[in-house]
């Protein structure tokens, strides 16, 4: 499982912010994400209304949860496939265990799933003696660097060209050692000849899914590389990993999803690839898996429907708000601490691991609410991340420092007219003392804000101070 | 038919009443001149959105509830700050979900509040403004303004009206400053990265001068500003638009 850094991701951001290769490739995805997903939202007249279709659909389905579910379930039964209900992350690791050895697999193919990274499967397969192998271009990569994902769809947007050149020189080493990368085709090139033989010998493909259908039991995959595919059609055995809320009632309503998907996510009208599967292989078919399961995780879902937080569950992992946050353009996506980056983890990954550990993540926000507005689905984020706040205040997790500077400052503001003279003393003075500057470079007790910027000084008497003074006056 | 002469409540807001008085007088000006009588009650403090924003749901509550008896007897609140309107229109009524009689007063209030610039532009149809300012603007969209509050085109269409003034857009103006309210002092880091970032699109316009409708981002961008030696003179737009520029220095310029 991914280890959970989220209560250091103070210290988290400041190495993120020092670290020149992660800002360099930061720099890059940033205009590279807004600017293509502003275009194609623009350029479908109906984007906008399919966002509210979405997530009524969404809401929806989440409001008949358990009868969604279940005829789901009923269908990929009836298509010949298994359903294995795990309520935490332990059962699940267990079912994926148990499915592969049966089939008597040393080596999995994997394409690109949340999931796995939140139970953390690949460890787990490893402990024992099964060889997982990531086929999604960047889930490699980071395989190959022991390093978690850093974005949802872009998990190694993080690195540069020469970490891939020097994680492939070093991880490849039966290959010539003077062979050239000169361009990100060799790369591909490269990864792709290896894979090839990969998915050719693996015993078992493990896929997520983007959508489950109620009305099919189908599960649907999108990618761009065409991995997802290979892994799921070449060998014997296919699990499909999915949470629940992946589930939505028919095909028509999925289509929807589609259309809104790609376009939030990369900017693509649709991805490459789009993939439909049902159960087993028939006997008219020429290809599919012999044995068809699906790992279906509640792992706390199920707890947050009826809350506040049941609007997260609409999330469709596009990572629209990631691409739009000032916060993670800053500090990117390993600083969160944990599998779920950005605005969309900051609300997730304290139902997940708990708001003790994860207090951090839906503080740090300024509210400004880009996220919300590319949001596919509509799920109101920063007034999530502020139920988060207002759990941890309730819970005197809040910092001591914030809770007694919060209390003063209520006791100035429930009393107008001692906050009046305290305001008008301290104003005054500050007003006095930096009026020659115009601003203060340090100050006790800002020193957060004076670190990186001056503190202008204030004008000097307060608005209401000398408003009510003009009215005495009678110049008013 | 709207009212002739409206009765208009200036909710000046903390950081306008402390740091920076002329932008009240500057929001009484332009309220006058779009034909308001405006009234600014005696006894309101803040919105009591850091409080809001911490978790403090039961002292949000509180101040809410003062604002919401001292603000509810006039035709309209306006605040010359999106952050602060936004606070009053669209989170007070989510305050008082177990409390019937104060959520159906929130609701009433939040209906006929507005920020100052778009109060005047949208509401009062103000086009033109009677004031000279010599300079290369570029004006910054504070989020909650912008995303809130819908103030997007009425600050650019009253500048355009402002004699010798020219607007130059920044690559980003929509993207936030990094002040947050209390984010600026919780995570110093990140908001000083953020604000550097901003200075250096602001930079990149060659304005002269960098206007926005809200003190809290206006304070942080000013104070980066300063910090880098930048010459860019920093203002409210309300300032500009009031003709009252000559009557204080820049936010953050000393006299010396």
């Known amino acids: 499982m991914v280890h959970l850094t989220s209560p250091a991701f103070k210290a988290n951001a400041a190495r993120a912010l020092a670290d020149a290769g992660l800002q360099r490739a930061l720099a890059r995805s940033k205009p590279q994400f807004q600017a293509k997903r502003a275009k194609a939202a623009a350029g479908l007249p109906e984007f906008e209304a399919l966002r509210d279709v979405a997530r009524d659909i969404k809401n929806h389905t989440l409001a008949h949860l358990d009868f969604y579910l279940e005829e789901y379930a009923a269908k990929v039964e009836a298509a010949g496939g298994k359903v294995h209900w795990c309520a935490t992350a332990e059962e699940a690791r267990a079912a994926v265990l148990a499915i592969c050895r049966a089939a008597g697999a040393r080596t999995v193919t994997k394409g690109k799933s949340m999931i796995s990274e939140e139970i953390g499967i690949n460890d787990h397969l490893e402990a024992h003696g099964i060889t997982p192998i990531e086929t999604d271009l960047g889930e490699y990569i980071l395989q190959l660097r022991r390093e978690p994902p850093s974005h949802i769809i872009g998990p190694a947007f993080h690195l540069n060209r020469e970490d891939w050149e020097k994680s492939f020189r070093e991880s490849h080493t039966e290959l010539p050692p003077e062979r050239e990368f000169r361009e990100r085709r060799d790369i591909l090139t490269e990864a792709r000849t290896l894979l090839r033989r990969k998915f050719l010998a693996a015993d078992v493909g493990i896929t997520g899914a983007n959508f489950l259908i ?117 500090v990117g996506g390993h600083a969160y601490g944990w599998v779920y980056p950005g605005p969309m983890g900051s609300v997730l990954t304290p139902t997940l691991v708990g708001v003790e550990k994860a207090g951090h993540l839906p503080n740090a926000s300024t509210f400004c609410g880009k996220c919300e507005s590319v949001c596919p689905v509509k799920i109101p984020l920063p007034k999530l991340m502020r ?78 101070a000398a408003y009510a003074k003009q009215r005495r006056e009678g110049t008013r | 038919m709207p009212d002739p002469r409206p009765r208009v409540a200036l909710f000046v807001t903390c950081l306008v009443d402390l740091y920076r008085p002329t932008v009240g007088f500057a929001a009484i000006r332009l309220l006058e001149q779009a034909g308001c009588e405006v009234v600014v009650p005696a006894g309101q403090t803040c919105c009591g959105q850091p409080a809001f924003n911490s978790g403090d749901r039961r002292t949000a509550q509180d101040l809410a509830r003062r604002v919401v008896d001292a603000f509810l007897p006039y035709d309209y609140t306006v605040a010359p700050s999106g952050s602060c309107a936004g606070m009053l229109a669209r989170h007070f009524p989510s305050l008082f979900e177990d409390d019937p009689t104060y959520r159906g007063k929130a609701e009433r209030l939040a209906a006929k509040t507005h920020e100052l610039i778009s109060f005047l532009h949208d509401v009062r149809g103000m086009r033109q403004v009677q004031a000279a300012y010599r300079g290369i603007v570029t004006y910054h969209d504070s989020c909650s303004g912008l995303r809130e509050m819908g103030v997007k085109a009425q600050p650019r269409a009253l500048l355009a009206g402002v004699s010798g003034l020219s607007l130059v857009e920044m690559s980003e103006p929509e993207t936030c400053c990094g002040f947050g309210g209390t984010f600026c002092v919780k995570y110093p880091e990140i908001s000083i990265r953020m604000v550097s970032d901003k200075a250096k699109d602001i930079a990149a316009t060659g304005a002269d001068t960098l206007l926005a409708g809200d003190m809290g981002c206006l304070l942080n961008m000013a104070g980066r500003l300063k910090r880098e030696g930048s010459a860019v003179q920093v203002r409210h737009v309300a300032e500009v638009l009031a003709g009252m520029a000559d009557k204080v220095p820049p936010i953050g310029a000393g006299q010396e």
Request: with cysteine; proline share 7%; glycine share 8%.
């Open chain 1, 214 to 330: 109620a009305e099919t039991g189908s599960s649907v995959i999108v990618t761009n590389e065409g991995n997802g595919d290979l892994t799921q059609t070449l060998p014997r055995v296919h699990i499909v990993l999915a949470s629940i809320e992946k589930v939505v009632p028919t095909l028509e309503d999925a289509c929807v999803f589609l259309r809104l998907l790609a376009r939030s996510a990369t900017g693509q009208d649709f991805s490459v690839y789009t993939t439909f599967s049902t159960g087993v292989r028939r006997e008219a078919d020429p290809d599919g898996p012999h044995e068809y399961h699906v790992v279906l995780l509640d792992n706390g879902r199920s707890n947050m429907v009826g809350t506040p937080f049941q609007d997260m569950l609409r999330c469709i992992r596009c990572s629209a708000c990631m691409n739009h946050c000032p916060v993670y353009q800053a």
């Open chain 1, 387 to 464: 139920h988060w706040r207002e759990r941890e205040f309730e819970r005197h997790l809040t910092p001591p420092t914030t809770r007694y500077g919060l209390r003063l400052w209520a006791w100035f503001a429930q009393r107008p007219a001692l906050y009046r003279l305290a305001a008008g003393l301290a104003m005054g003075l500050l007003g006095r003392l930096g009026r020659r500057r115009g601003a203060f470079r340090f100050l006790p007790f800002a020193s957060g804000w004076t670190r990186g910027r001056d503190l202008p000084a204030p004008e000097g008497p307060t608005f209401l």
